[in-house]
């Protein structure tokens, strides 16, 4: 590669594209699809040998990373004075044609927020609507559920800018551009389902938008050659807006529509669904939500009847092909925004007939099965996470028994990255320990808990309080569901706006919970595994842990949380890993304050406790892992 002067940085497009190949070609080597199969017959031995080799090799390709980032990125974005043109300007031109792709679309953020002020100073509004489309993109893939203001503020900045300049760009600008207005519907489309979108709102807000995004696709269209590459997706682009509209009929109660805007959503779903027919689609998808779209319309106007709607959806989800199989998958957005349709709409219809609550849960279970075998990558992530959070975790409740319900929530949520996977069932064991020896030697900690009244309850109820215990440390970290890869695999060191982020998933998780009814008792373990025992300090700060009538458990799982997170010597590429003994100091340097006193004067009283406690951590570990990443397998394959 030709570098600048000194060594830093590139002068040409296709230098930093180089550059992003070999950052992202050292990311995809140490990602969980390189962990050795437990299918294959290796001893259990041989697997956790294998296991800590990679471990370590991951520690390397750390330093590596960060090495390679200090070079070539950091040195512009720690002293913005670095910056020149040419290096400016290839890096911001790779990054606009490309942020989408880039599984690491924070380091890109990093980037463009050093060459805001860079290119203010200069008063170059093309540069900055770039800039600030990329903005726009590393928000939705960091968090699309908590960043929506942001997402929404930096869409609406680059599109002012891009119609503003609009005469003034090249082809590959015009065409790159729509993608800003693909963004900001799509956040008003998931405030919908939020249902944060009033009758008022519809009309000032997501009209508009919709209306300014086709004008400006028509301009792109009428101004570019379809043929090339880079601008053949233009018409399927100026569809999805369409498309997109239309199914607010499908999100949004008949209520919020005026009669003039209901009638108009029938006729844009009618013109996609004519359309679709027209060009003879066979993509299952797509016909799934043109067709089911313009039916929840027709439904709404009184031409379709809820009959016919439901055997027509039925039908339609029956072509789905089944998910795929390991080394097959792929993330098909469209059959997830299929799902999405297929799901909300047999909510309306069930709601309205009970006896539909049974193909309700069918295409539920379909759903699920698919999005456990979507890959953990950044678009997918962010195609995922609204299907799930939107579509899929509201109507879990439909299912039949708890069980299936965690096991499918623990399957789109936790399971999906191993490292989380890996620290989730570590810190259960730790629950399970801790409270196994609680109950056997101090029941009195726990009387009042689930009912029980008195130590002699306590013991009489040991299973079904381990057993909360272990589903509490399970389901708390659910909400990383909506944290990128960069943030669960910890393959860099995180950034300031990737920390923000990270005090989401607490709140998220109790968010999640909340929607269902069969686990809604969890929900404080979730929102309040951050927080201090004392309710000074921690995240996220609106919610009171202190005030918990389950307190114990928040501060049982906080304390599991940080004895996992602090002695991992496998997963953890960021820090040195700790023994017992140091941590158990820390735990009792901090009692009072951020853990709880009573249970950390139990555990360093308890010898038993503690020994089982240090061999599970620094000794049992690589088995743990074994066992889990086999557990795994076998529910992939079940699902």
């Known amino acids: 590669m030709m570098k600048c002067q000194g060594g830093h940085g590139f002068r040409t497009r296709q230098e930093w594209e180089e550059f992003f190949n070999e950052y992202m070609s050292l990311i995809s080597g140490i990602s969980q699809d390189h962990i050795l199969s437990p299918q294959l017959d290796i001893p259990k031995e041989q697997w956790v040998k294998e296991y800590r080799k990679r471990s370590q090799y991951i520690r390397k390709v750390y330093g590596q990373i960060e090495a390679l980032l200090d070079q070539h990125m950091r040195y512009f974005t720690r002293s913005p004075e670095h910056w020149d043109k040419v290096t400016a300007g290839s890096l911001l031109s790779y990054l606009f044609r490309n942020c989408i792709q880039i599984d690491d679309s924070e380091m ?15 008063q170059d509004e093309v540069a900055l609507m770039k800039c600030y489309m990329v903005k726009m993109v590393g928000y939705a893939t960091l968090d699309t559920v908590n960043w929506t203001k942001e997402i929404l503020a930096y869409s609406r900045k680059a599109a002012a800018l ?30 919908a389902n939020k249902g944060d979108i009033t ?6 807000e997501y009209l508009p938008t919709y209306h300014k995004s086709m004008e400006m696709i028509d301009r792109v269209i009428d101004s570019v050659d379809l043929t090339e590459k880079l601008h053949s997706s233009l018409p399927d682009i100026r569809m999805l807006f369409q498309s997109r509209l239309a199914s607010l009929a499908v999100r949004l109660p008949a209520d919020v529509f005026t009669d003039e805007l209901l009638h108009f959503l029938y006729e844009t779903a009618k013109t996609m669904y004519e359309k679709m027919l027209e060009e ?33 959806i039925m039908e339609l989800e029956q072509l789905f092909p089944e998910p795929k199989s390991e080394g097959e998958r792929q993330c098909d957005s469209i059959l997830l925004e299929a799902d999405q349709v297929i799901i909300l709409s047999m909510r309306h219809l069930a709601e309205r007939n009970p006896f539909m609550i049974t193909d ?25 996470c609204n299907d799930v959070y939107h579509s899929i975790c509201p109507n879990l ?3 039949d028994d708890r069980a299936e319900i965690v096991q499918s929530l623990l399957g789109m949520t936790v399971f999906r990255q191993m490292q989380t996977a890996f620290h989730t069932l570590m810190v259960g064991k730790c629950a399970v320990l801790i409270t196994t020896h609680l109950i056997d030697e101090q029941p009195e900690l726990l009387a009042g808990q689930l009912g029980t009244k008195n130590r002699d309850e306590v013991r009489n109820q040991k299973e079904t309080i381990i057993h909360f215990s272990y589903l509490a440390a399970l389901l708390h970290d659910i909400g990383k569901l909506f944290c990128s890869a960069v943030i669960n695999m910890q393959y860099r060191k995180i950034t300031d706006i990737e920390f923000q982020t990270i005090k989401f998933h607490p709140g998220t998780g109790g968010a999640l919970l909340s929607m269902i009814p069969q686990l809604k008792e969890f929900h404080d373990i979730a929102a309040g595994h951050h927080r201090s025992f004392d309710g000074k300090t921690g995240y996220p700060m609106d919610f009171d842990n202190t005030k918990s009538p389950i307190k114990i458990f928040i501060d049982l799982i906080t304390i599991c949380d940080s004895l996992d997170a602090a002695t991992d010597t496998l997963g953890r590429n960021y820090t040195t890993a700790k023994s017992f003994e140091q941590v158990l100091a820390e735990l009792q340097a901090n009692a009072g304050s951020y853990y709880s006193d009573v249970l950390v004067d139990f555990i360093s009283n308890s010898r038993n406790l503690k020994k089982e406690l240090a061999a599970l951590i620094e000794e049992e570990r690589g088995q743990v892992y074994y066992d889990v990443y086999s557990m795994l397998e076998s529910m992939s394959a079940e699902m």
Do not use: W
Request: hydrophobic share 40%; glycine share 4%; charged share 30%.
């Open 360 to 384: 309700l849960k069918k295409v539920l279970k379909s759903a699920i099965r698919r999005v456990v075998t979507v890959p953990h990558r950044t678009f997918s992530e962010y195609v995922l």
């Open 108 to 122: 890109c953020m990093g980037a463009v927020d050093s060459l805001i002020p860079y290119y203010e100073e200069k």
């Open 397 to 399: 409740k439909y299912l």
């Open 280 to 312: 003879q689609t066979d993509e299952i998808g797509s016909v799934a939500v043109n067709e089911i779209t313009y039916l929840m319309a027709g439904r709404m106007i009184g031409s379709a009847d809820d009959e016919t709607v439901r055997n027509r």
């Open 162 to 191: 891009y119609e503003k300049k609009f005469d003034l760009l090249n082809e590959e600008e015009r065409s790159m551009g729509i993608s800003i207005y693909d963004f900001e519907a799509d956040q008003l489309t998931e405030m």
């Open 199 to 204: 009758k008022n709102a519809l009309v000032s």
